[in-house]
């Protein structure tokens, strides 16, 4: 019999999916293991060397606790020298920073973006320790979702294997460097993303021509004490001045970003779209259209969910197919990994496609099912159909 180990927070609505997921199977309930207790090293790995145990890797989202233990985590990572080292001889702003005693006095204020490229740090480094300590199997491994977590390493393993991507402008260290590149390679409309955020956090759809400029974002740039700080909001911001375009961008730009073509997108119900296709055992399965009322279509922005039997009325089924390929080849990239979950965009040909992100915690779709099964419980049925297969 499996015994599932699962390392997450453990108020995460995430928990109670897997665990209901293992009942239907009635195997025994996961063991949890904290972030907090991972961290401090009250709890390792080493222990779990059973061949009948499986460790699953959930997300560490909504605790601020824990967010501060992974960016004091970051001070500690040494490879940074030689991004700093580069630095000096570049036109970049260097990341914020911030001590490992100060990382875990920091205060809580809701939606302020702190040191993303510094959290990563501590992120990986966390991985880092956890893929040492690994003696058994997980369900995505921590290296690889360390790679999922940096959009630019993604979007260049995609690229270099002939998987359809945005073009991307490459390493821009900041607005004027962003200018630049966009009127030398022909191009108006850009996305700037964070090379470690997720749920849209720190982005920016911007447009850029000799007449004028706007920039649509999930930030909002306040100004306090001489100082901007950048916050995350539901409420999607339309800025038009130069001053705070810049502000915005330059401080994005220091911490790391992945800057592509915003291209068009195919619509559903007068909506632009896109779609999160989990992938599972290298097969292509719960389906997401995800409706956008401005540039981004993240869920949790307001925006809805799509029919997806109405995409598959629209979308040709040969072209269909082609696009579940792209899916699995991007998902086959990871081959220690079991799931995750692809941003596949159509365009408005319904034919060409790119993908946007791969996201290894890409699986918490409620209430979507393929074959009966939401993903936690595909998930499983997977592993239970490996293990059989191999003791046939």
């Known amino acids: 019999m499996l015994n599932f180990v699962l390392i997450a927070n453990p108020e995460n609505r995430r928990v109670g999916f897997l665990q209901q997921a293992l009942a239907h199977f009635n195997l025994p309930p996961a063991s949890i293991i904290s972030y907090a207790d991972l961290i401090s090293g009250k709890e390792t790995l080493e222990k779990f060397t059973a061949p009948n145990t499986i460790i699953r890797f ?45 990382a875990l006095n920091l205060e809580f204020d809701k939606g302020l973006i702190l040191y993303p490229r510094q959290w990563y740090l501590g992120w990986r480094n966390l991985l880092q320790k956890c893929s040492k300590q690994l003696k058994c199997l997980a369900m995505n491994h921590p290296e690889d979702i360390a790679v999922m977590f940096d959009k630019p390493q993604c979007h260049d393993k995609f690229s270099h294997h002939g998987i359809p991507v945005c073009h991307s402008l490459g390493k821009i260290h900041n607005y004027e460097h962003l200018r630049q590149q966009m009127q030398e390679q022909g191009i108006e409309r850009v996305f700037v993303k964070l090379s470690h955020g997720s749920s849209a956090s720190g982005v920016v759809a911007y447009h850029a021509n000799a007449r004028f400029e706007s920039a649509i974002t999930t930030v909002e740039r306040v100004r306090e004490n001489g100082q901007t700080l950048l916050y995350n909001s539901r409420k999607i911001r339309h ?48 389906i997401v259209v995800r409706l956008g009322k401005s540039p981004m279509t993240n869920l949790h922005l307001g925006n809805e969910r799509g029919d997806v039997e109405e995409f598959f009325a629209k979308v040709d089924a040969e072209n269909w197919q082609i696009m579940k390929k792209t899916c699995e080849q991007a998902a086959r990239l990871f081959p220690n990994s079991l799931y995750c979950g692809v941003d596949l965009l159509v365009m408005p040909d319904w034919k060409n496609h790119a993908i946007l992100e791969i996201n290894a915690f890409g699986d918490l779709l409620p209430g979507i099912f393929w074959n009966g099964m939401d993903t936690y419980t595909s998930e499983v049925k997977t592993l239970l159909e490996r293990i059989k297969y191999n003791y046939a």
Do not use: M
């Open 239 to 286: 800025y038009t001045r130069r001053e705070e375009i810049a502000d915005i961008i330059n401080i994005l730009t220091a911490e790391g970003t992945q800057v592509e073509e915003w291209l068009p997108k195919a619509k559903l119900q007068g909506c632009g779209f896109d779609l999160r296709v989990v992938v599972i055992n290298g097969e292509a399965q719960h």
């Open 58 to 102: 959930d997300s560490p989202e909504k605790n601020f606790d824990i967010d501060k233990a992974i960016i004091s985590l970051g001070s500690e990572e040494k490879v940074e020298t030689r991004f700093i080292a580069s630095l000096l001889q570049s036109r970049e702003t260097k990341h914020q920073n911030i001590s490992s005693i100060d």
